[in-house]
């Protein structure tokens, strides 16, 4: 801890030039190497710490200053640790180089800058340069921005906390949690050693202008750059990307469903599981054209995000024997999306995992309404069709109408409901979310589909639902609807 400094006499010329004394030795101390240095030496002697004339004296700082000071050191060792428990993450790319130099660049871009900016940062702050304050602002600013691209969120400053807690998929928001109070750490020690950062004029209001700043720009950020779900869908045709593809495929049980879309960049991540008989399984991996892991070497490097995200296991099983089925390979149409599927016989579990980039023209937005099936309500005639309303929009919706369409009949007709059966709430169904609703099937001999209303949840459509609620005599223009409707249903 930094307690004192010399104060050279003057004679040779007017600026004086100061230094800290550490246990006894003399050694620089860049970050209050400036001219406004000044102003922390004239509280030193206001504070009564200079007593005589002498060539060399001692200059007391107040204690403020030298907790700041040995915090911020404290602060450079922590994260040198935890940069130094990530070093091998920087062994794969060159391992990958010969065989593959674009995916080693790649997986290079995803580590290194993270790595030199924490460790420069880090030594910065133990050598007590003012710049180690800006390199980690920059780490954490670098690190939001990228929290919701795959890999980019950067690694936490406390050594190995992966192994005390896990989150799973939000993994990346608990080391940027942890990263952010390191930093609000960090800006108090630079609060108070402000007064002699010579980067700034007026260094107070300007870092704490530049904190709300990051916080509200961050925060505008997140919200759009991921959507996440995690909970069961009553049809495998819910699943984002690739739902339309497992329509014939049939379970026999809710499909659990844990998933991270990234509609920036397309990316998506997807778990899910459930129950299906074995030929369900090889129907569905010959519509696929997945291919047959007979091998125990590939079986370990089967549903590697379901193992490193620590699902509950009751939920997403991760052990499958010799006797399961092994499959992996490519969605069809999205040569960047990859599929892997798990399947034992012992209890008819199975486990998928898909990850990568959706191809352009099939972008994770609008809105799906998806047949479930029949069902009956006891007492009643009417026959009805269960149906799931998925939102994949980039934004909350909220449910405007319902009708229902029959072949070469105009105009829709409004549909049939029970109060036993499920229905559509006015509340906003929020992205990645999907509600499941009942109508009447007409009695008409023709096919027939659902048209679904809806309009996009944001603040001008709210503050109208608000009014139209409410009866106000103001409020703001009504909101634009849009539509979809359900595949035709045979009657």
């Known amino acids: 801890m930094f307690t004192g400094c010399r104060k050279e006499p003057p004679g040779k010329n007017d600026c004086h030039e100061f230094k800290w004394g550490v246990g006894g030795k003399q050694v620089a101390f860049p970050l209050f190497d400036s001219c406004p240095f000044a102003r922390l030496a004239s509280m030193s002697e206001q504070a009564g710490s200079v007593a005589g004339h002498t060539p060399e004296e001692t200059i007391e700082l107040p204690k403020p200053l030298r907790g700041a000071s ?32 674009k995916g080693a660049g790649m997986l290079a871009l995803m580590t290194y800058p993270f790595w030199c900016l924490a460790v420069a940062g880090a030594v910065c702050l133990i050598r007590h340069r003012t710049i180690g304050f800006y390199l980690i602002y920059t780490y954490l600013a670098v690190s939001l921005f990228g929290i919701g691209v795959p890999f980019l969120a950067g690694f936490s400053f406390f050594p190995l906390l992966e192994r005390v807690a896990h989150l799973g998929p939000m993994q990346p928001f ?7 109070l390191v930093v609000v750490v960090l800006a108090w020690s630079h609060y108070h050693l ?3 950062d010579a980067w700034l004029r007026k260094p107070r209001r300007v870092i704490a202008a530049g904190l709300v700043g990051a916080a509200i720009f961050a925060g505008g950020l997140w919200r759009q750059r991921f959507d996440y779900l995690n909970g069961s869908v009553p049809s495998p045709m819910e699943l984002p990307v690739i739902g339309s593809v497992l329509g014939d495929f049939e379970i026999r049980s809710p499909l659990e469903v844990c998933s991270i879309a990234y509609p920036a960049i397309n990316g998506l991540t997807t778990v899910f599981s459930g129950m299906a008989e074995r030929e369900q399984i090889t129907r569905l991996a010959a519509q696929l054209q997945l291919t047959l892991i007979d091998r125990a070497e590939g079986w370990k490097k ?69 047949f479930i099936g029949f069902t009956n309500v006891p ?17 909350a919706i909220r449910y405007a109408g319902l009708s229902v369409e029959s072949e070469g009949i105009s105009p829709p007709a409004p549909p049939v409901s029970h109060p036993g059966l499920p229905w559509l709430k006015d509340t906003p169904l ?17 096919k027939w589909r659902v048209w679904f209303q809806y309009a996009h ?29 359900s595949a035709w249903q045979e009657p």
């Open 430 to 446: 929020r992205i990645g979310n999907s509600n499941m609703f009942a109508v009447g099937v007409p009695e008409d001999s023709t």
């Open 70 to 101: 040995a915090t911020a050191r404290g602060v450079g060792w922590l994260i040198l640790t935890a940069a130094l428990t990530k070093i091998g993450a920087l062994i794969p790319p060159w391992i990958l180089l010969p065989l593959a130099p």
């Open 457 to 485: 949840a944001t603040l001008p459509e709210r503050l109208h639902y608000l009014a139209v609620t409410h009866h106000l005599p103001y409020g703001p223009n009504p909101p634009e609807f849009h539509a979809t409707c």
């Open 194 to 196: 402000s007064p002699a």
């Open 302 to 370: 089967m549903l590697p995000v379901l193992k490193s995200w620590r699902l509950n296991e009751l939920r997403f099983p991760r052990e499958f024997g010799p006797d399961a089925l092994h499959y992996s390979g490519r969605v069809p149409g999205h040569r960047k999306l990859s599929i892997q599927l798990c399947w034992r016989p012992e209890d008819r579990r199975f486990c998928g995992q898909i990850f990568g980039m959706v191809t352009r023209q099939s972008k994770i937005d609008g809105v799906g309404v998806f």
């Open 379 to 395: 007492g009643s005639n009417t026959r009805f069709a269960l149906f799931s309303v998925a939102n994949q929009e980039r934004t």
């Open 174 to 180: 608990l080391h940027f949690g942890f990263n952010l």
